[in-house]
């Protein structure tokens, strides 16, 4: 009796101090990690891509509903495939799972090499411009300026993440009601004025003068990226508390809210502002708050580059577990499933992101950045409920906690895969260059991943750096496995 009672505390004490990802995502922290990354520049930067590429106010406002209404499939898909399938990862685990492992590799590719930093640039880039704009009025700010504080605030973040998990939490579940509180000082005045009769910018808002059919995609894209972060949630399931009831409520929560939330603001804009100034406006938000709070439209640009903050906290946090887990299941350098022995962060997947950011940060205009990585990313969204799916049928005896009607996930690939093959005739070269980045990882899988071929002076060479970066960072690999 003595000697089990012994045993069970040495696996407690182990358990305690042993190296491993905690379950420290609460229900809260988990609706704060969704709409806090959803909420991001997407709603103070979109209005102008989605109204441009619309052509009228009318259906801009219909396909921010519709936007809300897909990225609520697509969650609803993936909050499936996270209750069922336990790791974490989020889409490269799903097509690892589903579909094998050459997509699961390509999507890793495009992640690494161009969806991420291409993302966290624009939001980051958001988040510069914001913070500083007002320092500068009337003139714009430098661009050098902004790429400077947007590179002081991404490292900034960073360096938050490999402190500490709870930290980082804790300061998203903040900045995802301060995101809530900015959009709603957008919302209120506009509804007033609303009220007040102030409907003239409404009259013809279906005016299709401006409709050019072949440009719709691109007002998607611009629309579904500023839903886009409803996923994140599940590239960190082995560290949510009761994932298999977490995850669903988290996506229909934070979906809810943010449609409505969105569709709400647009709504204040256009009553406000007409369409050719939310097209002149590289500011929607501030333009808006000019013309309503006077004496405090300098609180939104602040606000607004705390909402980018948080929307960048929580997608290098989340991000930076697709590395983890890729490294994990041996397509990705073992560096990256390492775990920092003191602080329990995964330090190398979230320092070893930065160089490319950065290089994404001072190339490229801000739209040309959303167009260049949507392809690649849809698609692969696309692929992953069209991997649920085909996962159904071949796996029926695996037990489901949460499981959505079939139309669901056939719905959001087919739309999908509209979205992209529009993309390539409208936009055929940003989109063109981001299928031939992702095209790229087929010659590193075949040589390199699936057939290993490393040179034993090659391998030695590599473990060798390996072994010196483990060292240099406090590092080892996982002690308990967590799925």
């Given at each position: 009796?003595?000697?089990?009672?012994e045993?069970?505390?040495?696996?407690?004490?182990?358990?305690e101090?042993?190296?491993?990802?905690?379950?420290?995502?609460?229900?809260?922290?988990?609706?704060?990690?969704?709409?806090?990354?959803?909420?991001?520049?997407?709603?103070?930067?979109?209005?102008?891509?989605?109204?441009?590429?619309?052509?009228?106010?009318?259906?801009?406002?219909?396909?921010?509903?519709?936007?809300?209404?897909?990225?609520?499939?697509?969650?609803?898909?993936?909050?499936?495939?996270?209750?069922?399938?336990?790791?974490?990862?989020?889409?490269?685990?799903?097509?690892?799972?589903?579909?094998?492992?050459?997509?699961?590799?390509?999507?890793?590719?495009?992640?690494?090499?161009?969806?991420?930093?291409?993302?966290?640039?624009?939001?980051?880039?958001?988040?510069?411009?914001?913070?500083?704009?007002?320092?500068?009025?009337?003139?714009?700010?430098?661009?050098?300026?902004?790429?400077?504080?947007?590179?002081?605030?991404?490292s900034?973040?960073?360096?938050?993440?490999?402190?500490?998990?709870?930290?980082?939490?804790?300061?998203?579940?903040?900045?995802?009601?301060?995101?809530?509180?900015?959009?709603?000082?957008?919302?209120?005045?506009?509804?007033?004025?609303?009220?007040?009769?102030?409907?003239?910018?409404?009259?013809?808002?279906?005016?299709?003068?401006?409709?050019?059919?072949?440009?719709?995609?691109?007002?998607?894209?611009?629309g579904?990226?500023?839903?886009?972060?409803?996923?994140y949630?599940?590239?960190?399931?082995?560290?949510?508390?009761?994932?298999?009831?977490?995850?669903?409520?988290?996506?229909?929560?934070?979906?809810?809210?943010?449609?409505?939330?969105?569709?709400?603001?647009?709504?204040?804009?256009?009553?406000?502002?007409?369409?050719?100034?939310?097209?002149?406006?590289?500011?929607?938000?501030?333009?808006f708050?000019?013309?309503?709070?006077?004496?405090?439209?300098?609180?939104?640009?602040?606000?607004?580059?705390?909402?980018?903050?948080?929307?960048?906290?929580?997608?290098?946090?989340?991000?930076?577990?697709?590395?983890?887990a890729?490294?994990?299941?041996?397509?990705?350098?073992?560096?990256?499933?390492?775990?920092?022995?003191?602080?329990?962060?995964?330090?190398?997947?979230?320092?070893?992101?930065?160089?490319?950011?950065?290089?994404?940060?001072?190339?490229?205009?801000?739209?040309?950045?959303?167009?260049?990585?949507?392809?690649?990313?849809?698609?692969?969204?696309?692929?992953v409920?069209?991997?649920?799916?085909?996962?159904?049928?071949?796996?029926?005896?695996?037990?489901?906690?949460?499981?959505?009607?079939?139309?669901?996930?056939?719905?959001?690939?087919?739309?999908?895969?509209?979205?992209?093959?529009?993309?390539?005739?409208?936009?055929?070269?940003?989109?063109?260059?981001?299928?031939?980045?992702?095209?790229?990882?087929?010659?590193?899988?075949?040589?390199?991943?699936?057939?290993?071929?490393?040179?034993?002076?090659?391998?030695?060479?590599f473990?060798f750096?390996?072994?010196?970066?483990?060292?240099?960072?406090?590092?080892?690999?996982?002690?308990?496995?967590?799925?």
């Amino acid at each position: 009796m003595g000697s089990c009672k012994e045993d069970l505390n040495g696996k407690e004490k182990k358990g305690e101090t042993a190296v491993y990802l905690r379950k420290k995502i609460t229900l809260m922290r988990a609706i704060a990690l969704t709409i806090g990354t959803i909420v991001g520049s997407g709603i103070f930067i979109s209005p102008k891509g989605v109204l441009k590429n619309s052509g009228n106010v009318g259906l801009s406002l219909i396909i921010w509903l519709t936007c809300g209404i897909l990225s609520m499939f697509g969650a609803l898909s993936y909050a499936e495939l996270g209750t069922s399938i336990k790791k974490s990862g989020g889409h490269y685990i799903y097509l690892l799972e589903t579909l094998g492992p050459l997509p699961a590799f390509l999507r890793l590719w495009a992640e690494f090499i161009m969806i991420r930093p291409a993302n966290i640039a624009v939001v980051s880039l958001a988040f510069g411009r914001y913070l500083i704009e007002p320092l500068f009025l009337p003139c714009h700010a430098p661009v050098l300026a902004v790429k400077l504080i947007t590179s002081l605030g991404i490292s900034l973040i960073i360096a938050l993440n490999c402190w500490s998990v709870s930290w980082s939490a804790n300061i998203q579940t903040a900045l995802a009601i301060l995101k809530m509180m900015a959009i709603t000082l957008i919302i209120v005045p506009g509804m007033m004025a609303l009220g007040a009769g102030h409907t003239e910018n409404f009259q013809d808002a279906f005016d299709s003068s401006m409709l050019a059919l072949d440009r719709l995609p691109l007002a998607f894209y611009s629309g579904m990226f500023a839903y886009g972060g409803w996923f994140y949630i599940n590239f960190v399931t082995e560290e949510i508390v009761n994932p298999e009831r977490t995850i669903p409520i988290t996506v229909i929560v934070s979906l809810i809210t943010v449609t409505v939330g969105y569709i709400l603001t647009n709504i204040s804009y256009y009553t406000i502002l007409t369409a050719e100034e939310v097209l002149t406006s590289e500011a929607v938000a501030v333009s808006f708050a000019d013309q309503t709070l006077k004496g405090f439209s300098s609180v939104i640009p602040i606000l607004v580059a705390l909402s980018c903050f948080g929307s960048l906290n929580g997608g290098i946090f989340a991000s930076s577990r697709m590395l983890f887990a890729a490294s994990r299941e041996g397509q990705w350098p073992s560096l990256f499933s390492m775990i920092h022995i003191q602080r329990q962060t995964p330090l190398p997947a979230l320092i070893l992101m930065m160089p490319l950011i950065f290089l994404m940060v001072f190339m490229g205009d801000i739209y040309g950045l959303l167009n260049f990585y949507s392809f690649s990313r849809w698609f692969f969204m696309g692929l992953v409920t069209l991997g649920l799916v085909i996962h159904r049928y071949r796996h029926p005896e695996l037990s489901r906690p949460f499981k959505v009607p079939m139309f669901i996930p056939c719905v959001f690939s087919a739309m999908c895969t509209f979205i992209v093959i529009m993309s390539l005739y409208s936009d055929p070269v940003n989109t063109g260059i981001g299928c031939a980045i992702t095209l790229t990882g087929l010659p590193v899988y075949y040589l390199i991943v699936h057939k290993s071929r490393w040179s034993c002076s090659c391998t030695g060479t590599f473990n060798f750096i390996t072994e010196k970066l483990q060292v240099l960072m406090e590092v080892i690999p996982q002690e308990i496995q967590t799925y």
